[in-house]
């Protein structure tokens, strides 16, 4: 056989199982005697049999993993993905364009550009003034949007002085890149957050004051916009106001909750994020494309050129380049076209299909929850937000270290059972079971018989 007998081989054979990755386990763990065969398969002089090879694929690697397009797969941000986006990855694979710049791939330049200048105007920016690249998820997202706030704001001496803001609900991811930028612990603010885990902008803005009386300077605050414990989206509009008055940056990360800028009745919920300088935004989330392909945008490009550009004429005429080449943009050289996977998959579903799809998920978390407040032992955490749900079991008499333990035992009993895949996350000092709804395939009969097992599971706990 040729290769392209292979590739075409396994499309087929993809396509022929795909309805059994419903009917298995959400996750699937390698054991033991699998993991020694995949080490003892050394690379040989005379290479493989292409054959063997790639039956070990299919038969000892990818089976063992957490099955993200899993209709019953409520734990992480599952990512189940369309199947555009798949093709949209085939084309990438196949043409292998370097998207370092406008020169290297023309044609994916033009088809970024467009798809960056549409996010940038539904995040309420400008897109003549705007713009933001792609990357490969959110971590790389904020890691760049936080060089460009500590380049504008903070002059050589005064980087040992610079002062961050976030929430105890903030995603490590920001943690690392605060370290990154040379931002110690000791100066990264875990504002405290209210009852609904918000920011609290009153002590914001008190924790700034007495930051700038001590001779420090606070130069970034960092918000969140559905946050992975709860879904939560900060009080964007209180922070950007706050962000404006103190002469600060406000980087919004999104990477999961952006996408509601394309709901077609939730974008309410973001209000305020168009005063944010930055936004992170992972496509690869809830806009259902593969791994990966994130976004960075930001109010101002001279802002990215600030920082990553080698050409200094660009800050002068930035707004009159028509063609800026990414690797100005951004940390990144040669990368693939991340962005025309999503240029195509919204030019062929259409936004109203995309939008109508994340509401879904959205109403999906409300239907759970109404069912688990309905459910005897179950107490609801947090309510639903941005498709979002905690809960926990809970019995009156229990002490929370009991209850805790008796929460891991159930959220691995869940699991182990392989019915469906639910984790648990702290919140509080509290061990809780969170549920995100946002799989298309999942319906409400899929809920219900969740919240059903999750019953039977406690009985068993219970009795044993």
């Known amino acids: 056989m040729d290769i392209q007998d292979y590739m075409k081989a396994f499309i087929d054979t993809f396509y022929e199982n795909k309805q059994d990755i419903q009917q298995g386990k ?5 054991p033991n005697d699998t993991i020694n065969a995949l080490k003892n398969t050394t690379i040989t002089e005379d290479g493989r049999d292409l054959d063997s090879l790639l039956k070990m694929l299919e038969e000892s ?10 209709k019953r797969n409520f734990a992480f941000i599952p990512a189940p993905v369309v199947d555009i986006s798949k093709l949209g990855d085939l084309f990438e694979s196949f043409y292998n364009p370097n998207a370092a710049g406008f020169y290297s791939s023309s044609g994916t330049a033009v088809i970024e550009e467009e798809m960056m200048a549409y996010l940038c105007e539904k995040a309420g920016y400008d897109p003549k003034k705007a713009s933001g690249t792609f990357l490969s998820g959110g971590s790389m997202a904020n890691l760049n949007a936080t060089i460009a706030a500590r380049d504008k704001y903070l002059s050589l001496d005064d980087i040992t002085k610079g002062v961050v803001y976030i929430s105890d609900q903030a995603h490590h991811s920001v943690h690392k890149a ?30 700034i004051k007495t930051d700038k009386k001590n001779a420090l300077r606070p130069f970034i605050v ?17 922070l950007a106001k706050i962000c404006k008055e103190e002469d600060m940056w406000l980087h919004v990360d999104g990477a999961f909750g952006a996408s509601v800028l394309l709901s077609s009745s939730h974008t309410h919920l973001l209000k305020g994020i168009e005063q944010a300088d930055s936004i992170t935004w992972d496509a690869h989330k809830w806009l259902f494309q593969s791994y990966s392909c994130a976004m960075l945008l930001v109010k101002d490009k001279a802002d990215l050129l600030r920082s990553f550009s080698e ?68 107490d609801i955490v947090t309510p639903a937000q941005t498709a979002i749900l905690n809960f926990r079991y809970y019995r009156e008499g229990l002490s929370e270290e009991e209850l805790n333990l ?16 639910i984790l648990t996350t702290k919140l509080q000092g509290k061990t809780v079971l969170r549920m995100c709804t946002i799989s298309p395939e999942t319906t409400q009969e899929d809920i219900d018989k969740t919240i059903e097992h999750i019953s039977s599971c406690i009985e068993t706990l219970e009795t044993n």
């Open 311 to 378: 050409t200094p004429e660009y800050l002068e005429d930035a707004s009159e380049n028509e063609h800026i080449n990414t690797w100005d943009l951004g940390l990144d050289l040669s990368r693939p076209a991340r962005g025309v996977k999503l240029w195509l998959s919204m030019q062929a579903l259409g936004t109203k299909k995309l939008g109508d799809t994340i509401d879904y998920g959205i109403k999906l978390a409300e239907y759970t929850e109404s069912v688990v407040r309905n459910t005897p032992k179950l």
């Open 26 to 30: 959400p996750i699937k763990l390698i």
């Open 178 to 207: 605060l370290h990154v930028i040379g931002i110690p612990d000791e100066r990264i603010r875990r504002v405290k957050t209210d009852d609904r885990l918000k920011i609290d902008p009153t002590v914001l803005q008190e924790t």
């Open 222 to 238: 960092i918000a969140t916009a559905g946050t992975t414990n709860a879904g939560v989206i900060d009080p964007l509009p209180e």
């Open 406 to 421: 008796f929460n891991t035992a159930l959220s691995n009993m869940i699991s182990n059972q392989g019915f469906a895949q």
């Open 61 to 70: 690697v990818y089976p063992f993993r957490n099955v993200s397009e899993h």
